[in-house]
């Protein structure tokens, strides 16, 4: 190790510095997932509505087993009241990000999170 340090020049180690900081700050931008427009509201796989996340609402979801609440509220939603027994969805809570869905899979009901940004997984 100290063969190879001795060799480096202070304007190499700065550089090395200055390498590594455009890392560390770029990684955030480099993983950015988008932001989220709406949210697709699916009843037994096909399309009940699309919600824009700009405007807050309730909507009312009919299934097999009764109704399904689902709030809009500061550009994130959530499944509020599910008649399914394990309530796996409403523990969910608030979805903000593209990609996230939650699935009320005795309803037969989805949400999920769309946004503007292209991913390695929707291209």
Request: glycine share 10%.
């Amino acid at each position: 190790m100290k063969l190879w340090a001795g060799l480096l020049k202070p304007g190499d180690w700065l550089l090395v510095l200055l390498g590594l900081a455009l890392c560390v700050f770029s990684f955030p931008l480099a993983w950015r997932v988008g932001v989220a427009e709406k949210a697709i509201v699916r009843r037994g796989g096909e399309v009940f509505s699309e919600l824009d996340l700009a405007h807050n609402r309730r909507i009312e979801v009919p299934g097999p087993l009764g109704i399904t609440s689902i709030v809009v509220d500061r550009r994130r939603v959530r499944v509020a009241a599910d008649p399914g027994p394990r309530q796996y969805c409403v523990r969910q809570g608030w979805l903000t990000r593209p990609g996230e869905i939650a699935v009320c899979a005795p309803n037969q009901v989805t949400v999920e999170i769309r946004g503007g940004a292209y991913d390695s997984l929707s291209y």
